[in-house]
């Protein structure tokens, strides 16, 4: 269909073959999405150098660590040298692994400032230098959450307050930006096998459980948020903003 032929989308969070970041990627490149993707260091640009010879078009690539200022201010920069932004995907979160299980009262400061500040105040610093290259472009930024955000989620913890801050920059971003003609909205995925969610204590149990109870009966893949994304990104999603999407089969319907 084309629906995202010349427009770029800069994706932060493509990691490896089960990154949602790269299903969001897969699915943005079969629509004619030029790519700009975004990799914390180098060593993890050889995997994304890898993943971006599968696509047709070959993707722009840039090493971006959102904890550096520095870096974040010069992957714009290179940006911009590419021309006018549409699209920007926030798909990167980060914990440390022993404050995701064991009770939340545990929680350290240096622990729940790092969860916060890669996994919720990027969004907000990424947004600032995008908006002024989506001027005049009904620009769309897309980050990616979950339902741990809203409900207690065993293991989840730290990562959990990281996301609601992520939902509540959502919202005020979009009434930031809404003006500008540029939308802001969080998908909030179901559970999908990510070598980070791997992290979570009892993921496997929580696979489960969505699979038995959801409304769909099933898990949710890479593909299904990647559609997601790209009608948010669209025009199909021209008139949606500050809003959380739940793409999880129906599990967040249910109350438990």
């Not at 600032?128 to 290259?133: M, V």
Request: hydrophobic fraction near 45%.
């Amino acid at each position: 269909m084309g629906l995202m032929n010349d427009k770029t989308v800069a994706i932060f969070g493509v990691a490896n073959k089960r990154s949602i970041a790269w299903g969001i990627a897969r699915v943005l490149a079969g629509e004619g999405a030029r790519l700009v993707l975004a990799y914390q260091n180098d060593r993890m640009k050889r995997g994304v150098e890898q993943l971006a010879g599968e696509l047709d078009v070959a993707p722009v690539l840039a090493p971006c660590d959102v904890t550096d200022e520095a870096q974040v201010d010069a992957f714009f920069e290179g940006v911009r040298e590419l021309g006018p932004l549409d699209g920007l995907v926030h798909s990167i979160a980060t914990a440390k692994r022993e404050e995701l299980g064991g009770q939340f009262r545990d929680t350290s400061w240096d622990g729940y400032a790092l969860a916060q500040q890669v996994s919720a105040y990027s969004l907000v610093s990424l947004a600032r230098r995008a908006a002024p290259l989506m001027a005049g472009r009904q620009g769309s930024i897309v980050c990616l959450t979950y339902y741990g955000a809203e409900r207690v989620v065993e293991g989840y913890n730290v990562m959990g307050v990281a996301k609601a801050a992520l939902e509540a920059n959502t919202r005020y971003l979009a009434a930031d930006l809404g003006p500008e003609g540029i939308r802001v909205n969080a998908i909030s995925a179901g559970p999908i096998k990510t070598v980070s969610a791997m992290g979570v204590s009892g993921f496997k149990d929580i696979l489960g459980q969505v699979e038995a109870r959801a409304p769909l009966r099933r898990n949710v893949t890479q593909e299904d948020v990647g559609r997601t994304a790209l009608f948010l990104l669209s025009e199909l999603g021209a008139a949606i903003t500050g809003q959380t999407l739940y793409v999880d089969s129906g599990y967040s319907i249910l109350g438990v």
